[in-house]
């Protein structure tokens, strides 16, 4: 939990570059077994960490602590751009390179934009592209070479990163 005042947590960043995997092979008398291991980031600050009481989880509605899933962590690019449209893809990391997978059913409360050039909110309306995960979204119009910021909020399950781009 980043901030006493908002109740909202997160999970640990992991250090990438101190992963490792190790393999412990079958004996006569063991089972072969698979170990990992890994670090928390340096900027992670343990203070910050919080247990959930199950007391606290039966306060939410009786969930189990087995049953709780992380979020999905996804991304969104930008393509087509205007002043007054951008047709954008919210992808997972999940799938393949060339095949990531999509974020489907998404609708205009799902999406946030402000403007970075001339700071503030830009309202903004979504409606499905040609392809899963494709949406277009409309706003006002902007001035041309503004930046503009997408975010994907309150996405069940998904972790969206921001977006930025250039209005044309």
Do not use: H
């Amino acid at each position: 939990m980043d901030d006493v005042n908002n109740p909202e947590l997160r999970g640990y960043e992991m250090a990438t570059e101190t992963f490792d995997a190790f393999k412990d092979y079958a004996t006569d008398t063991t089972t072969q077994k698979i170990m990992v291991s890994w670090d928390f980031d340096n900027a992670e600050c343990e203070e910050n960490a919080y247990a959930i009481t199950a007391e606290e989880l039966v306060a939410t509605g009786g969930v189990k602590s087995t049953k709780l899933e992380g979020l999905i962590a996804g991304y969104t690019t930008a393509v087509a751009l205007t002043t007054t449209t951008a047709e954008v893809k919210v992808k997972t990391t999940f799938g393949s390179a060339v095949n990531a997978g999509s974020v489907v059913g998404l609708v205009s409360l799902n999406f946030q934009a402000n403007n970075l050039t001339t700071p503030g909110a830009v309202a903004v309306t979504s409606a499905p592209g040609a392809e899963d995960g494709e949406y277009v979204l409309t706003f006002a119009a902007q001035t041309t070479n503004d930046v503009i910021q997408v975010d994907v909020i309150n996405a069940g399950g998904y972790d969206i990163a921001s977006t930025t781009f250039v209005a044309l």
